[in-house]
């Protein structure tokens, strides 16, 4: 069965750091682009990043662009966002999942940028 489950989110101060996990199963991780996903309450899920599957080339949404940076270890089946200068309209939880999508979603990671 197909198993997204994210963690390291957490409440950080503007301009704080914080570096994201997926661990990923059920699936031949290699074969897949990875991609991160943020959802904040009553609004639909926003696409955020994504690594293709060798993990030599990335895209990333405006809004991130230049602080935030996707990896991941296909040895370990685990993909990675690290996000650096958190603002407070970064708070959102936040999701990874392959591309195309694979069912279900995790649970996600709740991110808090606040003073």
């Known amino acids: 069965q197909v198993q997204f489950v994210e963690s390291g989110g957490g409440s950080v101060r503007p301009g704080e750091s914080l570096r994201l996990s997926c661990a990923a199963s059920g699936f031949t991780f290699s074969d897949f682009a990875m991609r991160w996903y943020l959802q904040a309450p009553g609004k639909e899920r926003e696409w955020l990043a994504t690594?293709?599957?060798?993990?030599?080339?990335?895209a990333y949404a405006d809004s991130v662009k230049g602080r935030v940076t996707i990896s991941r270890e296909n040895d370990k089946n685990m993909v990675y966002l690290q996000m650096e200068n958190l603002k407070p309209e970064d708070t959102d939880v936040y999701y990874c999942n392959r591309f195309p999508p694979g069912q279900p979603w995790g649970q996600g990671t709740q991110v808090t940028v606040s003073t």
């Open positions: 690594i293709t599957r060798p993990g030599t080339s990335s």
